[in-house]
């Protein structure tokens, strides 16, 4: 059972920046792929970015040019920088873990864009 925290989320004005952190209970590198997925209100999860073998990167459209996904194998994490950020990309923000065989969720983070 993979346990994953996340943080980092809060209020911020558009155009500003955060980074999001997703703790795991196991080594990162025993992960098939790591990700990134959000959720806003009424509408389904999306799948923003993953990292696989701590290195290969993809991204979502909407976020492409703006989130940075990254991982740091000796704490456990993933990281998720967000920059420009818009009033669209508020939403509550969840980190994924993939072993192919079962996927695990943590309990999301809010991320709130307004001014």
């Known amino acids: 059972q993979v346990q994953l925290v996340e943080s980092g989320g809060g209020l911020v004005q558009p155009g500003g920046s955060l980074t999001l952190s997703c703790v795991a209970s196991?080594?990162?590198?025993?992960?098939?792929?790591m990700g990134w997925y959000r959720q806003a209100p009424g509408k389904q999860r999306e799948l923003l970015a993953t990292i696989l073998n701590s290195a290969i990167t993809n991204y979502a459209d909407s976020v492409k040019g703006r989130f940075t996904i990254s991982g740091d194998n000796a704490k456990n994490t993933v990281y998720l920088q967000m920059n420009s950020l818009k009033p669209e990309d508020t939403a509550v923000y969840y980190c994924?873990?993939?072993?192919?065989?079962?996927?695990?969720w943590g309990k999301g983070t809010l991320v709130t864009v307004s001014s």
């Open positions: 994924n873990a993939d072993k192919i065989i079962r996927k695990y």
């Open positions: 196991e080594s990162i590198s025993s992960m098939y792929r």
